[in-house]
């Protein structure tokens, strides 16, 4: 069971921290992504993480703005959001993948999520 928190209203260039605390099964061995969906718009991937936290990938549109992270730990992968744009205003959804691999399809990815709304005003 996947569950994201931390969305919220924020202005234009601010920053938030979305969370997203995994129960069940085994955290560290997953790959986690988030991704997000916009009004009238299909779900789209942000970022993923391997299970070491060693690697990870981004959607061109968040590079050098967004940072995802992990603590096995603690069964929570982080997104750090800085310089919102009011484009960034979105659903997000954290999601679990067992195929030992990042991917950009969502398709990859079993476990989801219930989404937190991110709001950047302009």
């Known amino acids: 069971q996947l569950q994201a928190y931390g969305g919220g209203l924020v202005q234009a260039g601010g920053s938030l921290r979305l969370s997203c605390a995994a129960s069940?099964?085994?955290?560290?061995?997953?790959?986690m992504a988030w991704f997000r969906q916009a009004p009238g718009k299909e779900r789209g991937f942000v970022a993923a993480?391997?299970?070491?936290?060693?690697?990870?990938k981004y959607v061109d549109s968040v590079k050098g703005r967004f940072t995802i992270s992990r603590d096995n730990a603690k069964n929570t992968v982080y997104l750090q959001m800085n310089s919102l744009k009011p484009e960034d205003t979105a659903v997000y959804y954290c999601?679990?993948?067992?195929?030992?691999?990042?991917?950009?399809?969502?398709?990859?990815?079993?476990?989801w999520g219930q989404g937190t709304l991110v709001t950047v005003s302009s």
């Open positions: 999601a679990a993948g067992t195929g030992g691999y990042i991917s950009y399809a969502s398709y990859e990815y079993g476990y």
């Open positions: 069940g099964g085994s955290f560290s061995s997953y790959i």
């Open positions: 993480i391997s299970w070491s936290g060693y690697s990870t």
